[in-house]
C-alpha cells in the first residue's frame, strides 16, 4: 500500500541552526501539507502546496519558514533559524484530489531543538 | 475561520463496552467533510472514519460509527465491543470541501482514549 514517508523521523538541533525536514508524498497525490503538534497539544496547520505553490499558510508560517518540491517527488519543510519552541512533532500529509479528500500522513519527524 | 471543540480532554472504557466521544464544530459552509483520527502512542495519525456533510446518512465502519447532527454542527464518534488496542489520543477534524482550503484540516484539542481490561 502506498505510503507518506517523512526522514528523519528525529532531529536534534542547535538554536539557530537550520534544518529541512523531507517527505515523499504519495506518487499520484496533487495536494501536500505540513502540520505540526507540540507535545500534548493539537495538530496545527502550518501550510498546504498546489501546483508547485503555497495555497495557504497559517500564521505560525512566517518568515522562517519555507517548503520547496524540487523535482517532482520529495516535498521539503525548512526552518531557517531553529528556536526551542519550534521543537514538535512535524507531520507531512498528502492528499490525491479529484473529490478524494482522505489525507495520509507520514509517520512524523520529533524536532528537538536544544 | 473554522473551529472544531472536544469538550472531553479524556475517557475510559472497559474492554467490549461502547464509549462515545463528542465533537463540535463551527462554519459558515454548507458543503465540507469531518473525520475522526486515531494517534496511538507511535503518534502516526491514522483515519477512523469519514463524513461527507452532504450525506445524511452517518458513516460507519466496522465497530466505528457516528452521529452526524449538521444543524447542531455535531460530529460524535461511537466505538462499540472496545479492545485494548483502541487506546489512543482521538482528533475530531474539519475539511472544507473546495477553495484554496480543500484538504485542510482544522483539529480539535483531542481525547486521550483509554481502555479498561
Known amino acids: 500500500e502506498p505510503e507518506v514517508t517523512q526522514t528523519p523521523s528525529h532531529q536534534v538541533t542547535q538554536m539557530g541552526q537550520e534544518v529541512i525536514l523531507r517527505c515523499v508524498p504519495i506518487s499520484n497525490h496533487l495536494y501536500f501539507y505540513w502540520y505540526r503538534q507540540i507535545l500534548g497539544q493539537k495538530v496545527e496547520f502550518l501550510v498546504s502546496?498546489?501546483?508547485?505553490?503555497?495555497?495557504?499558510k497559517s500564521e505560525i508560517f512566517d518568515d522562517q519558514f519555507s517548503v520547496e518540491r524540487p523535482d517532482g517527488s520529495n516535498f521539503t519543510l525548512k526552518i531557517r533559524s531553529t528556536k526551542l519552541e519550534d521543537s514538535a512533532m512535524y507531520f507531512c500529509?498528502?492528499?490525491?484530489?479529484?473529490?478524494?479528500?482522505?489525507?495520509?500522513f507520514g509517520q512524523g519527524t520529533r524536532l528537538t531543538v536544544v | 475561520a473554522q473551529t472544531v471543540t472536544q469538550s472531553q480532554p479524556e475517557m475510559s472504557v472497559q474492554e467490549a463496552e461502547t464509549v462515545t466521544l463528542s465533537c463540535t464544530y463551527d462554519t459558515s459552509e454548507s458543503d465540507y467533510y469531518l473525520f475522526w483520527y486515531k494517534q496511538p502512542p507511535s503518534r502516526q495519525m491514522i483515519l477512523v472514519i469519514r463524513?461527507?456533510?452532504?450525506?445524511?446518512q452517518n458513516a460507519t465502519e466496522n465497530r466505528f460509527s457516528v452521529n452526524f447532527q449538521k444543524a447542531a454542527k455535531s460530529f460524535s464518534l461511537k466505538i462499540s465491543d472496545s479492545q485494548l488496542g483502541d487506546a489512543a489520543m482521538y482528533f475530531c477534524a474539519y475539511s472544507p470541501a473546495g477553495g484554496t482550503s480543500y484538504g485542510k484540516l482544522t483539529f480539535g484539542q483531542g481525547t486521550i482514549l483509554t481502555v479498561h481490561p
Open positions: 502546496f498546489y501546483n508547485n505553490e503555497i495555497s495557504e
Open positions: 463524513q461527507e456533510a452532504y450525506k445524511q
Open positions: 500529509a498528502s492528499l490525491k484530489g479529484h473529490m478524494n479528500t482522505e489525507a495520509f
